[in-house]
């Protein structure tokens, strides 16, 4: 403990201080670019996408965007692990590049994001929504024709990724869980699954949580 007053005492609350107001800066520059790219595509798609009535089974939640910069974040996290993975390492490349598919990726903003931020090393990137009318407007106005489909998540295949994400499709919890079983059933051994908001925190003996994170998954057997 330092004396009150000393002159250590005040070094230490003004190198504080100093760290402080650089984190709140690195903060609100997060918020305007994330800001900027939700502007951004909200201009492209247009007011006659962004505020269509939705037309949802029941019991799922419609188009609620993850904040960005905690995607991004999460695909960096996702980097970190594939990069020390034994499963995903190829001669002379960070780790073996991986097949990546977004669940409810709505109009495909996250996409977007990480096929431009090259927050991923990816060699295909893939989206679907139950919506067709998102689907269709990404694929026309955010250039994402190849990326994009339409499918139900509940009967959707997944047997051909690596990395899934996927932020709360239903809202019903009932719905979720069956979801959530059919996705851990479906995937290859070996992938992962980025879920905030999934229910189970340990859905399966199957599913192992990775490194420090509270949504981030492997299969492991
Ligand atoms: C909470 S939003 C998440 C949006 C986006 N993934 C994100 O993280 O920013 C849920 C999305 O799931 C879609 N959805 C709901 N039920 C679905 C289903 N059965 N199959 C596929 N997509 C579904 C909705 O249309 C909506 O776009």
């Known amino acids: 403990m330092l004396p ?60 609620i965007a993850y904040d960005l910069a905690l995607f991004l974040g999460d695909m960096q996290v996702l980097d970190g692990l594939l990069a020390k993975d034994p499963d995903y390492a190829s001669a002379g490349l960070r780790y073996r590049p991986v097949r990546y598919l977004e669940i409810g990726c709505g109009a495909g903003r996250n996409l977007l994001a990480l096929k431009y931020s090259e927050a991923l090393d990816w060699v295909a990137l893939h989206g679907f929504d139950i919506q067709a009318a998102l689907i269709a407007a990404g694929q026309s106005r955010l ?16 047997s051909a990724y690596d990395v899934v994400f996927s932020y709360r499709p239903f809202r019903d919890d009932a719905l979720q869980k069956r979801f959530e079983a059919h996705l851990h059933k479906s995937l290859p051994v070996g992938a992962y699954v980025v879920a905030p908001l999934s229910l189970n925190a340990a859905p399966s003996r199957r599913m192992r949580l990775m490194g420090d994170s509270n949504h981030i998954w492997k299969k492991v057997a």
């Open 4 to 63: 009150d007053g000393s002159p250590q005492f005040y070094l230490y609350q003004s190198v504080f201080a100093d760290a402080l107001a650089e984190m709140e800066r690195a903060a609100a520059l997060n918020q305007r670019l994330v800001r900027l790219v939700d502007g951004f595509c909200a201009d492209l798609l247009g007011a006659d996408v962004t505020d269509a009535a939705e037309v949802l089974p029941e019991g799922s939640f419609g188009y």
């Open 143 to 158: 250039g994402l024709a190849e990326e994009l489909f339409v499918a139900d998540a509940m009967t959707a295949d997944y």
